[in-house]
């Protein structure tokens, strides 16, 4: 079945990066865009931005550009999600999810923590 | 960006009643194919979200038919025919018309 399975948490100091990764399997890993999206503790939901495996095209949000690198290797039928300069504002939990040929997020990962603190 | 506001923000429920939530674009969202770019999810406690409703009105695979979208260009509704306990947890619109966005969540609960 499709599925989408996140490294693990991570705990990390203000002005440190991290890297956050996603492993697909069940389906053409090339053929789809990944998307990702975070959400803070107790908030909603924030698109970040996408990236479309066979071209490397990727698309930021205007609030994480300079920040946030959006990367994939096909090799593995992975994406890989960096954002640098980290404050506790970062504090979240970061989905990756497949946009499907309908234009939908039919399939999420189970998240990832990531915890910004001194 | 399109701004996506929801409506109510809690929406306490009683089993079996029905129940409706209301999202709101700053654009309209319908396409000139026709189509209006707005999906709906669910997030359980403690899950990663879940697509109940495509395109404004279509149902995702799995979704019981209890579950409802309607509404064009500006105006949307998720609507609940009969609320059932496994129903709880936090409902969000998006438009996925330009770079997506998500309304503030709408949490309901028994």
């Known amino acids: 079945q499709v599925q989408l399975v996140q490294s693990g948490g991570e705990v990390k100091k203000p002005g440190a990066s991290v890297k956050v990764s996603c492993k697909a399997s069940?389906?053409?890993?090339?053929?789809?865009?990944m998307h990702w999206v975070r959400q803070a503790p107790g908030q909603g939901l924030e698109w970040m931005g996408r990236?479309?495996?066979?071209?490397?095209?990727?698309n930021y949000a205007q609030k994480f550009l300079g920040r946030v690198t959006m990367t994939t290797d096909a090799s593995i039928n992975t994406a890989y999600m960096e954002l640098t300069r980290l404050t506790s504002d970062d504090t979240a939990v970061y989905y990756c999810?497949?946009?499907?040929?309908?234009?939908?997020?039919?399939?999420w990962g189970q998240g990832t923590m990531v915890t910004v603190s001194s | 960006d399109i701004v996506m506001t929801q409506s109510p923000l809690s929406l306490p429920v009683t089993p079996g009643e029905p129940a409706s939530i209301s999202c709101r674009s700053s654009?309209?969202?319908?396409?000139?194919?026709?189509?209006?770019?707005l999906d709906w999810y669910l997030q359980k406690p403690g899950q990663s979200p879940q697509l109940l409703i495509y395109?404004?009105?279509i149902r995702a695979s799995g979704v019981p038919d209890r579950f409802s979208g309607s509404g064009s260009g500006t105006d949307f509704t998720l609507h609940i025919s009969r609320v059932e306990a496994d129903d709880v947890g936090v409902y969000y619109c998006?438009?996925?018309?330009?770079?997506?966005?998500f309304g503030q969540g709408t949490r309901v609960e028994i």
């Open positions: 999810t497949r946009k499907n040929d309908v234009g939908t997020f039919d399939v």
């Open positions: 069940g389906y053409m890993f090339t053929d789809y865009f």
């Open positions: 990236i479309k495996p066979n071209t490397a095209v990727t």
């Open positions: 654009q309209s969202l319908l396409h000139s194919n026709g189509n209006n770019y």
């Open positions: 395109l404004g009105s």
């Open positions: 998006m438009q996925a018309l330009q770079a997506e966005t």
